[in-house]
T-cell receptor, first 114, second 112 residues
Framework: AQTVTQSQPEMSVQEAETVTLSCTYD???????LFWYKQPPSRQMILVIR????KQQNATENRFSVNFQKAAKSFSLKISDSQLGDAAMYFC???????????WGAGTKLIIKP | DAGVIQSPRHEVTEMGQEVTLRCKPI?????LFWYRQTMMRGLELLIY????????DSGMPEDRFSAKMPNASFSTLKIQPSEPRDSAVYFC??????????FGPGTRLTVL
C-alpha cells in the first residue's frame, strides 16, 4: 500500500524568504500523481501544485515549485518570497492512476514571521 | 465559475438527531468525493461517486452514514443518528476524470 510521509509537523520562515517543505512517499507503481494542497485557517483545501510522475520537469506555479526526485521518492515544495498569506497547513498527497483515492500526508504547519 | 458549494457551513446538533450535509460539485465534473477531517485521524475518504454512481464506500464508518447523488449537480451525506464522535469537518470535492480534486469550503459539524 502507498504511504505519504511529511516529517516536519511545523516550519517557520521569515516573510520574503524561501522555505522548503518535505514529502516522501512509498509506492511500487511507476506512474502516479503527486499534489500539494494548502489549508489556511479558513479550512478551505486549495490545490497548490500537481506533478505527474512520468514528467521529468518539475512543476512550477508562480512562487511555488517542486523538487521531484522519483528515484528517491521525494516531492518537496519550495515557496519563494514567502508572504503572510502563505501561512497554512500544507498537505502532500499521492494518487494512483488506477484509483481515485488520494493518500494524504499528516501535514506541515507553515508559520510566516513578519 | 463557481467552485464546489457545501451547505451548511456550520451545523450544531444534539446526539441522536439526523444530520444532512449537502454538496454541489463543479459543473461538468464526473467524480465526487466526501471526506472527513479530524485532528486525530486527519483526512479520511468516506465515499466517492462516478457519474452519480457510488464506486467505493469502504471509508464510511458505519451504517449510520449514508450518501446519495441523485443527479450530477447534487449530493448529500446523511448521519442518522448522530453521535458526538461524528464531530468533524466534512469536505466535498469534485474532479474531472483523472484531474485534480477541487474541494468545497467544508461543513463543521458539532454533535453535542
Amino acid at each position: 500500500a502507498q504511504t505519504v510521509t511529511q516529517s516536519q509537523p511545523e516550519m517557520s520562515v521569515q516573510e520574503a524568504e524561501t522555505v522548503t517543505l518535505s514529502c516522501t512517499y512509498d509506492t511500487s507503481e511507476s506512474d502516479y500523481y503527486l499534489f500539494w494542497y494548502k489549508q489556511p485557517p479558513s479550512r478551505q483545501m486549495i490545490l497548490v501544485i500537481r506533478q505527474e510522475a512520468y514528467k521529468q520537469q518539475n512543476a512550477t506555479e508562480n512562487r511555488f515549485s517542486v523538487n521531484f526526485q522519483k528515484a528517491a521518492k521525494s516531492f518537496s515544495l519550495k515557496i519563494s518570497d514567502s508572504q503572510l498569506g502563505d501561512a497554512a497547513m500544507y498537505f502532500c498527497a499521492y494518487r494512483s492512476p488506477s484509483n481515485y483515492q488520494l493518500i494524504w500526508g499528516a501535514g506541515t504547519k507553515l508559520i510566516i514571521k513578519p | 465559475d463557481a467552485g464546489v458549494i457545501q451547505s451548511p457551513r456550520h451545523e450544531v446538533t444534539e446526539m441522536g438527531q439526523e444530520v444532512t450535509l449537502r454538496c454541489k460539485p463543479i459543473s461538468g465534473h464526473d467524480y465526487l468525493f466526501w471526506y472527513r477531517q479530524t485532528m486525530m485521524r486527519g483526512l479520511e475518504l468516506l465515499i466517492y461517486f462516478n457519474n452519480n454512481v457510488p464506486i467505493d464506500d469502504s471509508g464510511m464508518p458505519e451504517d449510520r452514514f449514508s450518501a446519495k447523488m441523485p443527479n450530477a449537480s447534487f449530493s448529500t451525506l446523511k448521519i442518522q443518528p448522530s453521535e458526538p464522535r461524528d464531530s468533524a469537518v466534512y469536505f466535498c470535492a469534485s474532479s474531472l476524470a483523472y484531474n485534480e480534486q477541487f474541494f468545497g469550503p467544508g461543513t463543521r459539524l458539532t454533535v453535542l
